[in-house]
């Protein structure tokens, strides 16, 4: 188990340097499409990328994307796409596939092989997982989120850690709450 996250770990930190020469570092919005159990992952990710990386991020459920979002896809538009292999896998690749159409850059982070995807569109980016469960594969998603932001970061100049607006809520919340009530 060990030396399969190690391998992991490694593949990863090769992987995000070409997902961001795919999606171009001059990004202001990136949306995380997951379903099921990796929408945790799309979610946290989105908070991550905003703290990290000081872009906006959007948490999208893959089931609502038809209902409205679909409409803001074009060329500029960014994506990354959760679709471990599971029940609603097919669901997914049909939507990351029709994206492109319209224009999209994606990255597809999965544990599918090429071959189970068919024809891989060039607006998309395959980022691989070695999870083999869909319950499981939003600890490796979050490893991917967390170096995706680093190298942005370090892209941009960016001090990982360090906030513009605020202190960590953590170490202490008098001052917000001082400030509010004034």
Do not use: W
């Not at 492109?100 to 850059?105: D, E, L, R, T, V």
Request: contains cysteine; negative net charge.
């Amino acid at each position: 188990m060990v030396e399969r996250f190690d391998s992991f770990m490694n593949v990863q930190n090769n992987v995000i340097g070409r997902v961001l020469e795919h999606l171009g570092t001059d990004m202001s919005y990136v949306a995380l499409l997951a379903r099921g159990p990796s929408f945790a992952t799309a979610y946290l990710g989105s908070v991550l990328i905003k703290e990290i990386v000081n872009i906006n991020a959007e948490p999208i459920p893959q089931g609502e994307f038809r209902h409205g979002p679909i409409e803001s896809v074009n060329p500029d538009y960014r994506a990354l796409m959760f679709a471990p292999m599971g029940r609603t896998f097919d669901l997914n690749i049909t939507l990351a596939k029709e994206m492109c159409q319209y224009g999209a850059k994606m990255v597809l982070i999965t544990d599918a092989i090429a071959e189970q995807l068919g024809q891989v569109p060039s607006g998309l980016f395959l980022a691989p997982l070695d999870a083999g469960n869909e319950f499981l594969s939003p600890l490796q998603e979050i490893i991917f989120i967390d170096y995706f932001c680093c190298r942005l970061a370090e892209s941009k100049s960016l001090p990982v850690g360090a906030f513009r607006q605020f202190h960590k809520v953590t170490d202490n919340e008098d001052g917000l709450a001082a400030s509010v009530l004034k």
